[in-house]
């Protein structure tokens, strides 16, 4: 056991959050174009408050990612700008998302990538019905930090790794699961 935490934390750049991380926006099983860019796979990471481990690990990772891409952030500039200036991941869902109670007392964190996540279930064995991955669910996600700098726009962005579903969650963004809207035999609003 030792052994491999001692792996894990060996690169600051990779933070796996806690199993009270709640999935929204999941975009994990094929990947989507936002606003005609490259298509990618996605997911936004709401992350509970009181879950200060998890918070920590993140703000970490992005002063790592901070250090490790100063040259890349600096760019053509005489000086590389202050993290405080720059856009970082880690967003405060009580000032970004007042209206939405999935992100009361929460932080939350977009994570993408070009390639397919790894989804597992808490066995860590694959999920392979699509159904059993939806916005909602609760689990822990396997990302990493690392600096841009494009087109003007300097940062600190979130990669997505693997993902591993620890439970189900009330469904967010107001679509019903198929399996919930047909659990009575026969619509009574269709008899009357």
């Known amino acids: 056991m030792s052994n491999n935490a001692n792996k894990v934390s060996s ?9 009270d991380t709640r999935w929204s926006y999941a975009n994990v099983w094929e990947a989507k174009s936002i606003n005609g860019g490259a298509p990618k796979f996605s997911v936004s990471l709401i992350i509970p408050k009181s879950d200060a481990l998890t ?13 490790e891409g100063e040259a890349k952030l600096k760019g053509n500039g005489k000086t590389t700008p202050p993290l405080s200036v720059i856009k970082t991941p880690l967003r405060d869902g009580d000032t970004e998302r007042p209206d939405d109670p999935a992100y ?17 279930d808490a066995d860590r064995q694959p999920v392979l019905n699509r159904s059993e991955i939806y ?26 790794n693997n993902l591993q579903k620890i439970r189900d969650g009330e469904p967010l963004g107001g679509k019903a699961r198929a399996e919930d809207d047909f659990a009575t035999e026969i619509d009574e609003d269709f008899l009357a």
Do not use: D, M
């Open 135 to 160: 916005s909602g669910v609760y689990g822990r996600a396997s990302i990493n930090f690392y600096a841009f700098n494009s087109n003007g726009n300097k940062g600190i962005a979130c990669g997505l």
């Open 104 to 120: 009361a007392g929460a932080y939350f964190i977009n994570a993408n990538s070009a390639t397919a996540p790894g989804i597992v």
């Open 11 to 19: 690169n600051p750049l990779k933070v796996i959050t806690g199993p």
């Open 55 to 67: 918070v920590a690990k993140i703000k970490n990772a992005i002063e790592a990612a901070y250090r």
